[in-house]
């Protein structure tokens, strides 16, 4: 499968020590595997950072792009496998010979590979607008780019050093980053942050849900539903639909009970966590106060999700509670 082509599914394990890195890996692939059934135009790449070294797990070798085409999951595990002992050995090699010296202004692991990403996504852009087309998947359908980034984060510290042109960018060409948080140790205030920016989920492990692989299927799978009903755009199409759940509820504000119709578009519905725009709206370039006084003059924001209440108010109730 030429990459150029298809649909990439990022996942970036940044560990720590703190789980068992073969029961992570082995639950990544479960997840991963059942992905790309689902979405039958995806193939995926497994990034794994220890310690600011980091390495591509999945595909390192050029025949291993085949097995997405023969859904040779046996394969994919063994070449997983492989690579992973390889990086540790070579890192335990490496921390031998650590000179802090030399190390101090090396580039940080999750910013070299999030410009790797950009690169290939503009590349593909490049392909599809000069229509190279690839042969196994030459149907005539959306050409848009459907990537997704998904961060795994073993460790205490967030994502802070994340340079924020990457995530302007990759905002710039609608590619979501979710972010799962595997350490309750970590306050997750950036790694919210990022995920109210760029559109995606958040969520994290508690002694309730501590389940790695049941999270991963269960929040971030791909549902195949048919988002349009012939009688409302006289063709049925095939999507992707990455909301968590969908209902045909309509929402209500929690103080006036003004009832806002579900459209099923994500953008009626706007989550506003205080503490998490404070911290990232350097990167916006309206802060978070100003979204708040210009709520009236806004008719695409409908409801707003308060973290803070647990609760979601209309653009009035919420005007009201800032003042």
Not at 99 to 125: D, G, H, R, V
Not at 144 to 169: A, M
Not at 183 to 210: M, P, Q, R, W
């Amino acid at each position: 499968m030429n990459s150029t082509n298809s649909n990439t599914l990022y996942i970036i394990l940044n560990y720590a020590l703190n789980n068992n890195i073969y029961k992570l890996i082995s639950s990544i692939e479960k997840y991963c595997f059942s992905f790309i059934s689902l979405s039958l135009k995806y193939n995926f790449q497994l990034y794994l950072i220890y310690n600011n070294s980091y390495t591509l797990l999945f595909p390192t070798k050029v025949k291993d792009p085949t097995y997405f085409i023969t859904s040779n999951y046996t394969e994919i595990t063994k070449s997983i496998s492989e690579t992973l002992n390889n990086f540790f050995e070579n890192v335990s090699q490496a921390e031998d010979k650590y000179n802090p010296n030399e190390n101090s202004n090396s580039p940080n692991a999750i910013n070299i590979i999030l410009k790797k990403i950009l690169l290939e996504i503009n590349q593909k852009k490049k392909s599809r607008q000069t229509g190279e087309e690839n042969f196994f998947l030459s149907i005539k359908a959306n050409n848009e780019i459907n990537d997704r980034i998904i961060l795994i984060n073993d460790s205490e510290d967030d994502f802070d050093i994340i340079n924020q042109k990457y995530l302007f960018l990759l905002k710039k060409e609608k590619i979501k980053i979710d972010i799962l948080s595997l350490n309750e140790n970590n306050k997750n205030t950036t790694s919210k942050a990022i995920c109210l920016y760029i559109d995606g989920f958040f969520d994290h492990v508690t002694k309730d849900k501590n389940n790695i692989e049941q999270i991963l299927i269960q929040e971030y799978i791909p549902i195949e539903i048919k988002e349009f009903l012939k009688k409302n755009h006289g063709t049925i199409q095939n999507s992707i639909n990455y909301n968590k759940a969908v209902t045909n509820e309509d929402m209500c504000c929690s103080e006036c009970h003004k009832v806002i119709k579900n459209k099923e578009e994500r953008n009626d519905i706007n989550i506003n966590n205080n503490d998490s725009h404070l911290s990232f709206s350097s990167m916006n370039s309206n802060s978070s106060n100003n979204r708040i006084n210009n709520i009236n003059s806004n008719n695409n924001l409908k409801l707003f999700y308060l973290e803070s209440e647990k609760n979601i108010f209309c653009n009035v109730c919420l005007k009201k509670k800032q003042h």
